[in-house]
């Protein structure tokens, strides 16, 4: 019996120093889609952060010791079957790591959550 899947499949990639862009493909099939609402899934906001912290560690090369949050939005939830482009940003000197999802609407495109998180080296 195969495990759920936890992370979104990675379309493509593109990094330039501090800043990645990561274009997601959000997998209907995603584990963390179990129970958060059957009749209209989305993802939930932990999953976003932990996939913020997971992927600048992998991309970027950032701590992954958690050590808080600062002015993080959820506008718009993100749905299965939904490209959606996270574009993270390290600053260094102040252990901060920013980022935002991302998508194409009609006209526009739609932010769906922002912010940054604090993280810390190891002890």
Do not use: C
């Not at 979104?8 to 120093?17: K, M």
């Not at 990561?22 to 906001?45: K, M, Q």
């Not at 913020?52 to 992998?58: D, N, T, W």
Request: charged share 25%; aromatic share 8%.
């Amino acid at each position: 019996m195969s495990r759920p899947q936890s992370k979104p499949t990675v379309i493509s990639q593109r990094q330039e120093g501090d800043i990645a862009e990561l274009v997601l493909r959000i997998d209907p099939h995603l584990a963390d889609f179990e129970g958060h609402f059957p009749s209209y899934p989305i993802l939930p906001g932990v999953t976003q952060i932990d996939w913020a912290v997971y992927f600048g560690e992998r991309v970027l090369g950032t701590p992954t010791v958690f050590a808080g949050m600062e002015v993080i939005k959820f506008q718009e939830p993100i749905q299965p079957n939904k490209d959606v482009l996270l574009t993270l940003s390290w600053n260094s000197e102040k252990g901060k790591l920013q980022f935002s999802y991302t998508s194409k609407g009609e006209e526009t495109d739609v932010t769906h959550s922002s912010g940054r998180i604090a993280l810390d080296k190891a002890i």
